[in-house]
């Protein structure tokens, strides 16, 4: 099974995670920030992957270090789980509707870490999550996970339905680049043997 089990302790943050992408979107997210964990749940079970996250972080000072200390551990079960990546599709694409708004994204599981960001979210705020913190939960998820991923908003003004929007199309788009695919189930998905 490709399973990972990542353990992250900082000074600001205390985070144990476990993921399996074959799974079924099972999750229990306990993160202490609960917009995050409505997030995280819904790109689990978008992406069909088996998700527990717990984490202390520091909210009391805000949700920065704990957002971001997520996107790390859980860019790192995703490299630890794929190991050599031998059969994997490699990349995967979706657009998705969020009532008024749209969202594309797009990833490779290339090895490189890069993020294209372009999302316009109208409100500094959704309740008391910064939405600034967005793009530094990615950030720190293809750091680690060592993936390109594009992420654009089409269409929307709602600041919520484009933040659900990105997390669901991100989570069908990762779903379809770590399926295996039959053809190719012994190959490394690159010219250079290596990803």
């Not at 805000?62 to 599709?89: N, S, W, Y």
């Not at 788009?173 to 990803?195: C, H, N, Q, W």
Request: charged residues 25%.
């Amino acid at each position: 099974m490709r399973i990972a089990e990542i353990k992250r302790t900082t000074a600001e943050t205390d985070i144990s995670l476990e993921l399996n992408l074959d799974g079924t979107g099972a999750a229990d997210i306990q993160t202490g920030c609960g917009f995050l964990d409505h997030m995280l749940t819904l790109f689990a079970r978008h992406g069909r992957f088996d998700l527990n996250i717990t984490c202390q972080g520091d909210t009391y000072v805000d949700d920065h270090h704990t957002v971001e200390d997520i996107g790390i551990a859980l860019g790192q079960a995703f490299a630890m789980a794929l190991g050599d990546k031998k059969g994997i599709r490699r990349y995967g694409d979706t657009t998705l509707p969020m009532d008024e708004s749209l969202i594309l994204t797009a990833v490779d599981l290339s090895g490189r870490g890069y993020l294209g960001y372009a999302l316009q979210i109208p409100t500094e705020k959704v309740g008391s999550f910064d939405t600034e913190l967005v793009e530094e939960f990615w950030l720190g998820f293809i750091r680690n996970a060592g993936c390109t991923l594009h992420i654009r908003q089409l269409a929307g003004t709602n600041s919520h339905h484009i933040i659900e929007g990105t997390f669901k199309s991100a989570g069908r788009s990762l779903k379809t680049a770590v399926s295996i695919d039959p053809a190719f189930a012994d190959e490394i998905p690159s010219t250079k043997g290596v990803l």
